[in-house]
């Protein structure tokens, strides 16, 4: 590692046309027309966006790359991707799992993700998947963050051995308690598991992250539930409500008593919008329901809202490449957040906000902070999102990960430029003495 300085970039906050100095590990100086240090590299941005890195605050990393194996989900919805995965888990192997997962790293650092938060089952009895990803954990930590948690995808108290092999979980050392209320037998058994999971995390220190309502049922009210026992315990700020599908469903009133609880509790949410309006809505005819949670309401009511992948080809979803732009302009479409401040708000998402979630310390562009960053071809987090844009450069700790040339057409038109890059070519306007 040396010095990078990247001339004439702009930030994801609205700070524009400055220098980044990288010097080491560290960002060392930010600002105009800084000095390059001897030997340094120099990266001319002019103007292009230079962003922290994304930030996955929902992802299932043991199940991913899986699919077709043993079969596909043919009717698509979310209880026959856990009934598959439910055949598929006695089918694991350690190595081939760990293989996937690193597959899978490989593609989110090329595409600037640098921080996941996985779900990994606790309900096999082998913890085989847990002990794959505490290995994955450990290989991708010079380069990525990884977040694990204890997750019973059978049910905590559905489940014979749930609890137990939670505990055992969290005792190797995965980070996060997790939880599936909305699956359990019955409304109030979804309620005690809820009680159950946060009592225990609040006992060893750990925050909670839980798959909640991921229902199209508009009585499936667990998020009430968490948000109630996050302030019993005096866990807000540490406690995450993931899916949140059942608010889409919820009529009006219920839902504006609900987000303010939510909102009081300091309760994150997380929204998974490639998954929620695959997954849910399977059962209607017309006009259909696409599940997504109250976005923008939620974010009005001051509630902190980040984006996840959720899955990548396996049981519940045949598509995706680890891109969280992909996410980002889904989320944007679904919501319809389209003026221009909700359209830097779903960049947020999948990166601020899901930081914030995952409690990263020291994350951002800012003088003395690690030196973690990605060169996006576009000029802003809204023309980021529209283009999907390149990941020039990826940086990590001062080193560069990866390299990406820019997208460009060579193009034949008569009269017309002869490359094509997508951005808006905007002409100057008219000087004083051309008018």
Known sequence: MGSILFRHVNLSDGRNGVDVLIDGDRIAAIGPGLAAPEGAELVQGDGLLLAPPFVDAHFHLDATLSYGLPRVNQSGTLLEGIALWGELKPQLAQEALVERALQYCDWAVARGLLAIRSHVDVCDERLLAVEALLHVRQKVRPYLDLQLVAFPQDGLLRSPKALANLKRALDLGVDVVGGIPHFERTMAEGAESVRLLCELAAERGLPVDMHCDESDDPLSRHIETLAFHTQRLGMQGRVTGSHLTSMHSMDNYYAS??????????????????????????????????????????????????????????????????????????????????????????????????????????????????????????????????????RLMVVRRGAVLSRTPPAIAHVQLPGRPETVDWALQRAAPPTRASR
């Open 257 to 390: 008593k609900l987000i303010p609880l939510i909102a009081e509790a300091q309760v994150h949410a997380v929204a998974n919008p490639l998954i929620n309006i695959t997954l849910q809505g399977r059962h209607d005819s017309y006009p259909k329901r696409r599940g997504m949670t109250r976005v923008p309401e939620l974010m009005a009511a001051g509630v902190n809202v980040g984006f996840g992948h959720d899955c990548v080809m396996d049981p519940w979803y045949a598509l995706g490449s680890a891109d969280m732009l992909e996410v980002a302009q889904m989320g944007l479409h679904v919501a319809q957040m389209t003026s221009q401040a909700q359209m830097r708000a779903c960049f947020d998402a999948v990166t601020v906000n899901s930081a914030r979630i995952l409690g990263l310390a020291d994350y951002g562009i800012e003088v003395g902070r690690p030196a973690d960053m990605v060169l996006l071809q576009a000029s802003s987090p809204v023309e980021a999102i529209r283009l999907r844009a390149t």
